[in-house]
């Protein structure tokens, strides 16, 4: 069951999330309408097809950054669907799953920045 909204992570859960794991600033150009936060955070994703089908395994990923409206992961593979569902359990905070839209992919030395905003959340 999906519950779709205009954010689908209010700031009182980023705020949850960011507590105790932010390290440093964010320096570049800034895209998102709500405030990012620097969150080096274990969760979980999973590769969604267009049509938000499972197209691959459970990997346990890193945050980068994360806002109300979106994040960026590291991920060890390359990201070719077009969206990632993100179960933030590892973390140890109890919020509700999400759908990442994926927006880029970039690059880094052995792994790949993946960025995305939030579609909305996952309802069990």
């Known amino acids: 069951h999906i519950e779709g909204r205009s954010s689908p992570i209010p700031q009182k859960d980023v705020q949850r999330l960011v507590q105790g794991r932010a390290t440093k600033s964010f320096n570049g150009r800034e895209g998102r309408k709500q405030k990012r936060h620097p969150v080096a955070a274990p969760v979980t994703v999973v590769r969604l097809g267009a049509d938000l089908r499972v ?3 459970p990997a346990r ?3 980068t950054n994360i806002s109300g409206g979106g994040a960026a ?6 990201i070719t669907e077009p969206y990632l569902a993100m179960d933030f359990s ?3 905070v109890d919020l509700l799953p999400v759908i990442l ?3 880029r992919v ?3 030395a052995t792994a790949f920045e993946v960025a995305g905003k939030f579609l909305c959340r996952i309802l069990h």
């Open 61 to 63: 990923v890193m945050t």
């Open 101 to 103: 839209q994926v927006t």
């Open 73 to 78: 992961i590291v991920h060890a593979r390359r």
């Open 90 to 92: 590892a973390s140890g």
């Open 55 to 57: 197209a691959g395994q």
């Open 106 to 108: 970039r690059p880094l």
